[in-house]
C-alpha cells in the first residue's frame, strides 16, 4: 500500500476541522469557551466584538491570522488535548491550491499528531475538508489535494482545508510499536483533527463550517471508511479512493502472495518488468479488447496464461513470444489471489486481467534478483505491526498461507488497523454520502476487494437501490494505483460529492479524463456506478465520451466470493460460520 503523489479530488471536513482546533490549543488563546462552541462572533485581542462577514467573495475571516495564534481553545474540546505552534498568513502567489491567501495554522494533538489546516482569507463559503494520506503516512501535506484536478471548488478558496501526518513521522512501520501511536494511526487521527479543525475554523470566520467533507486514495481510503464506520457525524460527504481498509489481510497475505508468486520457492523472480508488454498483448487478445486496448469488464475475462506456455523444446523469443511453467505458475497465482491451505482466499480480492503493465516495481522487479514494492510493504507490517513485539528480522517468506496462521496474524489487528464493518446505518442516518472509486488496474490493492466490500454493504444496509441512496461506487478502466495507468484516470468527484450532500444530486456516472503534460484533456469518458460499465455501442471515438453508454456487467453484479475473513460485524449478520470460515452469500445487485 503506497502513497502516490497524487490525490483524488475530494473534499474533507476532518482536515480541516482538526487542524483548525489542534491550532487554537497549542496557542492559548484569549477567546472564551462560551465564543469558541457557540457564539456566532469572537473578540479580537483588544476584546471589541468582530462579526462574521458575508461578501461577495466569501465569508470574510472574523480575526487575523495573527490572533488564531493566540487563541486558548483548550476547554472547547476537552478531551482532545492539543497546541498551535503557528499560524502565519500566506500570499495568494505562494499557494499551490490556488489563487488564494490563507492563514496557515500548524499545531500538534497529544501526544504527537501533526496537522496542516489552510484557512482561506476570501473565497471561503462555509466548507471543510479533511485529506487523507498515503502509504503509512508520516507526513502532513495539503500541498497536493485536488489541484491537479482543477476543482475550482478548491482552488477558489471555497474550502478550508486540512490534514495530519497520523501520529508519527516516520514512512515505515516502526511507530507501530507504540500502542497509542498504532490507534493514532489506525483509526484515532482524523477524528481528534476533525474535532479540532471544526472549533478553528468557527474562530477564525466567526460562524462554523456548514458542511464537512473527506477525501482520500489508498490509506487515505482506509482513512475515509474509518470515519464513514466509526466516526459517522463528522462528515457530511466522503470520498474514498482505492481504499486500504482491508489493511491487514492486504500487507499480509495479499501482499506477500504476490511476492512468493513472482519468487517461487524463494529463487530469482519468475517475471521481470520485460514481460510485462508481451504478457498484456496476450491479455488483451484473450479478453477481446477493444483497439483503445483497455478492458472496460476485467471481472469477466477469465483467460488463462496456459494459452501461451512455450511448447516442448520452444525458446521464448520477441517475435514469439511463450512462458515458462514456472511462470504460468506465477499469473496463475496472482489472478487467483492469496488462498490457505483448503483453498479460501485469505484476502477478497486478486490481480486483474489487463493491469500488468501496472505491475512494473511493484508485483514484479527490473531483474530476476532484483526486489519489489510487495516485499516492502510485507516486511514493515509483518516486523512492526502485527505482533505484540517487534520481529525484525521477519521477511514476505516467512508469511504461512494456512488458516492458523491467518487466525493469528488478523485475530488482535483487525479492530486497530482494519475498517471492513459494512453497517452503515448510523452514517446514512446522519445523512452522510458516500462515493467509492477504484482502478480496475490498481497494482497496489485489487479493486474486487472493494467490489466484494461494496456488496457486503448492499447486504447489510437492504440492498443495491438502499444502498445506492447514499454510497456508490464507480470503478475506472485501465487506472492503476490513485491514478496512472493507461486509462483516463482523472476524475472529479469533489463536485459530485457536495453536489450530492447540498443539492441531493446523486451521481449517476463521473466524467474520467486524461489530460497531457500541457494540461489538455486527451481524452475523456463515463464511468458509471457500480455494476454498470461504459461500453462503446455508437463506433465513434474512444476519446469521445458521447461514445458511450451504460451497460450492466454481469459479472460485476454477480460477483460472490469466500473467504476467510469477514467483513466486520456485517458478514457476522448475514454469513455463517462453516468449517472455520465464513462463508457469504451476496444479495443480488
Not at 502509504?135 to 482543477?150: K, M, Q, R
Not at 489471489?337 to 503493465?357: F, V
Request: glycine share 10%.
Amino acid at each position: 500500500m503506497r502513497m502516490l503523489p497524487r490525490w483524488s479530488p475530494w473534499k474533507s471536513t476532518t482536515v480541516m476541522a482538526t487542524l483548525a482546533a489542534t491550532l487554537a490549543l497549542v496557542t492559548g488563546a484569549s477567546i472564551s469557551l462560551a465564543d469558541a462552541t457557540t457564539g456566532a462572533s469572537a473578540t479580537s485581542g483588544s476584546g471589541t466584538a468582530v462579526n462574521a462577514a458575508t461578501t461577495t467573495s466569501g465569508i470574510a475571516p472574523a480575526l487575523t491570522c495573527s490572533q488564531v495564534a493566540s487563541l486558548d481553545l483548550a476547554a472547547a474540546v476537552p478531551d482532545v488535548p492539543f497546541e498551535i505552534t503557528s499560524a502565519a498568513e500566506v500570499a495568494a502567489a505562494d499557494n499551490t491550491l490556488g489563487d488564494w491567501a490563507y492563514c496557515n495554522v500548524q499545531g500538534v494533538i497529544a501526544p504527537q499528531i501533526h496537522f496542516q489546516l489552510r484557512l482561506p482569507k476570501t473565497g471561503w463559503q462555509a466548507n471543510y475538508l479533511q485529506l487523507g494520506c498515503g502509504g503509512l503516512c508520516g507526513n502532513v501535506n495539503t500541498s497536493n489535494a485536488a489541484a491537479s484536478y482543477g476543482c475550482v471548488p478548491l482552488t477558489d478558496g471555497s474550502f478550508a482545508v486540512g490534514s495530519s501526518d497520523e501520529g508519527h513521522s516516520q514512512g515505515g512501520g516502526l511507530f507501530s510499536t507504540d500502542p497509542a501511536l498504532r490507534a493514532d494511526f489506525g483509526y484515532k487521527s482524523d477524528h481528534l483533527l476533525a474535532q479540532v479543525a471544526k472549533v478553528l475554523v468557527k474562530q477564525y470566520y466567526g460562524t462554523p463550517a456548514t458542511h464537512s467533507y473527506f477525501d482520500g486514495c489508498s490509506q487515505g481510503g482506509h482513512q475515509a471508511l474509518t470515519e464513514a464506520q466509526r466516526y459517522p457525524t463528522d462528515f457530511d460527504g466522503i470520498v474514498a479512493g482505492a481504499p486500504a481498509n482491508n489493511f491487514t489481510a492486504l500487507n499480509t497475505f495479499s501482499h506477500a502472495w504476490t511476492a512468493q508468486s513472482v519468487y517461487l520457492n524463494g529463487g530469482p523472480a519468475t517475471i521481470t518488468t520485460a514481460d510485462l508488454a508481451p504478457i498484456h498483448t496476450a491479455v488483451l487478445k484473450g479478453c477481446d479488447a477493444p483497439a483503445d486496448g483497455i478492458i472496460a469488464d476485467p471481472l469477466a475475462c477469465d483467460w488463462d496464461p496456459a494459452s501461451i506456455k512455450c511448447e516442448a523444446g520452444q525458446t521464448s523469443t520477441a517475435d514469439a513470444y511463450c512462458l515458462t511453467a514456472d511462470q504460468v505458475t506465477t499469473l496463475r497465482r496472482i489472478y487467483a489471489g492469496p488462498t490457505d491451505e483448503h483453498g479460501q482466499l485469505l484476502y477478497p480480492g486478486y490481480q486483474l486481467r489487463g493491469s500488468e503493465l501496472n505491475w512494473a516495481g511493484i508485483i514484479v522487479p527490473t531483474t530476476a534478483t532484483g526486489t519489489t514494492g510487495d516485499q516492502n510493504f510485507v516486511r514493515e507490517t509483518l516486523r512492526y505491526q502485527i505482533f505484540d513485539s517487534p520481529r525484525p528480522s521477519l521477511t514476505y517468506k516467512d508469511i504461512k498461507f494456512t488458516a492458523a496462521y491467518f487466525k493469528k496474524v488478523m485475530q488482535p489487528n483487525e479492530g486497530i488497523y482494519d475498517a471492513t464493518d459494512p453497517d452503515l446505518t448510523a452514517f446514512k442516518k446522519a445523512g452522510g454520502k458516500l462515493i467509492l472509486w477504484h482502478g480496475l488496474g490498481d497494482q497496489h490493492i485489487p479493486a474486487v476487494g472493494t467490489m466484494a466490500y461494496y456488496k457486503a454493504v448492499q447486504k447489510v444496509m437492504g440492498g443495491a437501490g438502499a444502498t445506492s441512496s447514499f454510497a456508490r461506487l464507480f470503478l475506472l478502466p485501465g487506472v492503476a494505483h490513485c491514478g496512472g495507468g493507461q486509462g483516463p484516470d482523472k476524475l472529479d468527484a469533489l463536485t459530485a460529492i457536495t453536489d450530492w450532500v447540498t443539492q441531493g444530486q446523486a451521481p449517476d456516472s463521473l466524467l474520467t479524463k486524461t489530460v497531457d503534460s500541457t494540461g489538455k484533456v486527451a481524452s475523456s469518458r463515463p464511468t458509471y456506478a457500480f455494476p454498470y460499465i461504459a461500453v462503446n455501442t455508437t463506433g465513434g471515438s474512444a476519446d469521445d465520451p458521447s461514445s458511450y453508454t451504460s451497460a450492466k456487467s454481469t459479472a460485476e453484479a454477480n460477483l460472490s466470493l469466500q473467504w476467510l475473513g469477514s467483513f466486520r460485524s456485517g458478514y457476522e449478520e448475514v454469513g455463517n460460520w462453516v468449517h472455520g470460515k465464513w462463508v457469504v452469500s451476496k444479495g443480488k445487485a
